[in-house]
């Protein structure tokens, strides 16, 4: 079953925009932080935003100024709106959340990915 479910990925010109959802199932309980972090091809996985339930953000250092995470905790939503895009911003974009399972030992959901595109 899936438990993050996330939307709004595309095709956009450089300088374009997108806005990214991810929405997290009510089954997954204590979450401390939602994020995002995407993978190119033939590179890592990285952390692109991450906001945790007191407010603190981390943020790439390539994406600072440009994009915005934010949550709605009472919907388990976490938003990236990106702007001014950039071909090298092109990449696959997993939601993530962490938890803490029944004897507070840290849980990590993931997303399925959805693919951003930036071309002209």
């Known amino acids: 079953q899936v438990q993050l479910v996330e939307s709004g990925g595309g095709l956009v010109q450089p300088g374009g925009s997108l806005r990214l959802s991810c929405v997290a199932s009510?089954?997954?309980?204590?979450?401390?932080?939602m994020g995002w972090y995407r993978q190119a091809p033939g590179k890592e996985r990285e952390l692109v935003a991450r906001?945790?339930?007191?407010?603190?953000?981390n943020y790439a250092d390539s994406v600072k100024g440009r994009f915005t995470i934010s949550r709605d905790n009472a919907k388990n939503t976490v938003l990236l709106q990106m702007n001014s895009l950039r071909p090298e911003d092109t990449a696959v974009y997993y939601c993530n959340a962490e938890a803490r399972n029944e004897v507070f030992r840290p849980v990590y959901y993931w997303g399925q990915g959805t693919q951003v595109t930036v071309s002209s």
């Open positions: 906001l945790t339930n007191g407010g603190s953000t």
């Open positions: 009510r089954s997954i309980v204590n979450i401390n932080a």
